[in-house]
């Protein structure tokens, strides 16, 4: 129901900025793919976003257990959708390799992956040739309210952490100047 609904988001700091987010997403007639790992949050979300913006049917879904020739079919199917708000919702590992996704324009990474390589090739699904819009890629961080608190929460440290990993691997690759 939507008051479980409602509940069910005020208990994350994340989902409820996520949701926030995809209403003015949506406002703008445009299209997300959120990354997450959880398959029965996926599904949840799923029905939640499908009663939420009223949508014909719940959201595509990709993950581990749909096949390659499936993923593509759905790739296909949300790419040639009309112009308009949609969402697709994908594991990072699964969504993150061979896919390319430039319906969307909005990348929110509801869960984050401890490899910043696999977070990045997520979000290249929609930087491909073809993509007519600005990107924008959401990092969502539950974040304590207290200045002192704040920056050794989990979202803070991980976050922190991909950093100084992205660094890390950016100044190996290509040489300081």
């Known amino acids: 129901s939507r008051c479980e609904d409602e509940q069910f988001i005020a208990n994350s ?9 995809l209403d003015r997403i949506r406002e703008n007639r445009e299209k997300a793919l959120i990354f997450l790992e959880s398959l029965e949050l996926q599904e949840r979300l799923a029905s939640i976003l499908q009663r939420r913006y ?42 993150g390799v ?5 319906a969307a324009n909005h990348v929110i990474h509801l869960s ?39 920056p050794l929460s989990f979202d803070s440290k991980l976050d922190e952490l991909l950093t100084r990993k992205r660094t890390l691997s950016r100044d190996l690759l290509a040489p300081i100047s």
Not at 98 to 102: D, K, P, Q, R, V
């Open 13 to 21: 700091a994340r989902l409820a900025w996520t949701i926030g987010t």
């Open 54 to 95: 009223r949508l014909g049917r719940p959201p595509m879904r990709i993950h581990g257990g749909v096949s390659g020739s499936k993923r593509q079919e759905i790739v296909r199917s949300f790419q040639a959708a009309p112009a308009g708000f949609d969402v697709m919702i994908l594991s990072p590992r699964a969504g």
């Open 98 to 102: 061979g896919l390319t996704i430039t």
């Open 112 to 150: 984050r992956w401890w490899n910043p390589a696999v977070e990045d090739q997520s979000t290249d699904r929609v930087y491909r040739i073809g993509q007519m819009k600005p990107v924008t890629v959401h990092l969502p961080l539950a974040v304590h309210p207290d200045p002192d608190i704040g």
